[in-house]
């Protein structure tokens, strides 16, 4: 199968993968192989895509989710996650406090939209082109975090102050994987921010930027362009995902998180 990265992660399918009597055991094996999915066309309505999604364990129901879903859209730019701006590669649940196992993007609507693409890094293959000492130095210290947003999607205690926590984290059965969140970059209103805990200014810029080069590479890096039905399946322990910035008259996504039971 052709993978969407040259790195050899991501595979793209039809709704008829949903159909088959196995489909949820048959996503599990892909997600294992490919690390994210995306399906064409696959659900008529955000609901139907949550439903599915509840048969790989719990949905993510928090207060700030309304149906199992948050919504991302170009009119609430009263914070930065929530709005038409960027969003470097993440992995969800940091801030929030939850322990996301398994994240789903729906595109409800897509209507004249310049820009505004969703891209998923292979970042356990691109974490191998960083240098080993920068890893090391992840591995040793971890990173401090500090939610920005002015909207009440972060949790309270990490909100405008920093929170320390280990940048690799292991899921049952699998070795530890990245666990952060990408600066933004200069100049970028921001959702966040982030540095390596223990070091200056200038050695966390720098070990930063390594692996924003690295996971940023053409060879690890997918950009999806949205129509509505789409759904794209990403294993949040192997991939992590960003958004570009975008113009539109409507580009309206559902975000579904399955977490950790």
């Not at 914070?79 to 993440?90: C, G, N, Q, T, Y």
């Not at 947003?149 to 926590?165: C, I, L, M, P």
């Not at 805990?197 to 690890?220: F, I, K, M, P, T």
Request: charged fraction near 25%; include cysteine; glycine fraction near 6%.
């Amino acid at each position: 199968m052709k993978t969407l990265t040259s790195s050899g992660a991501g595979a793209m399918f039809e709704r008829d993968l949903l159909q088959q009597s196995d489909s949820v055991a048959t996503i599990r094996t892909l997600l294992d192989e490919y690390r994210f999915l995306v399906i064409k066309r696959a659900f008529d309505h955000a609901n139907d895509a949550v439903s599915f999604l509840a048969q790989f364990g719990p949905i993510n129901e928090a207060s700030t989710r309304t149906d199992g879903a948050v919504i991302v859209d170009n009119q609430a730019n009263d914070e930065v996650f929530r709005s038409d701006l960027a969003l470097p590669l993440h992995k969800d649940g940091i801030l929030t406090g939850f322990d996301v196992v398994l994240v789903g993007i729906y595109c409800v609507e897509f209507e004249q939209v310049t820009g505004g693409r969703t891209y998923v890094s292979d970042s356990e293959r691109a974490l191998t082109q960083v240098p080993e000492s920068d890893v090391e130095l992840l591995r040793e210290n971890g990173l401090e975090g500090m939610a920005v947003d002015s909207g009440d999607y972060y949790r309270e205690e990490y909100v405008a102050k920093w929170h320390h926590f280990p940048a690799f984290k292991a899921k049952a059965d699998r070795a530890p994987s990245l666990h952060l969140g990408l600066p933004h970059a200069p100049g970028e209103p921001e959702s966040w921010r982030l540095r390596v805990a223990g070091v200056d200014q200038r050695r966390s810029d720098e070990v930063l930027l390594s692996l924003r080069n690295a996971l940023l590479d053409d060879e690890y890096v997918y950009y999806h362009d949205w129509s509505p039905g789409d759904i794209i399946l990403i294993d949040n322990y192997a991939a992590l995902h960003g958004r570009e910035a975008f113009k539109a008259q409507s580009r309206k996504l559902a975000n579904i998180q399955v977490v950790n039971s």
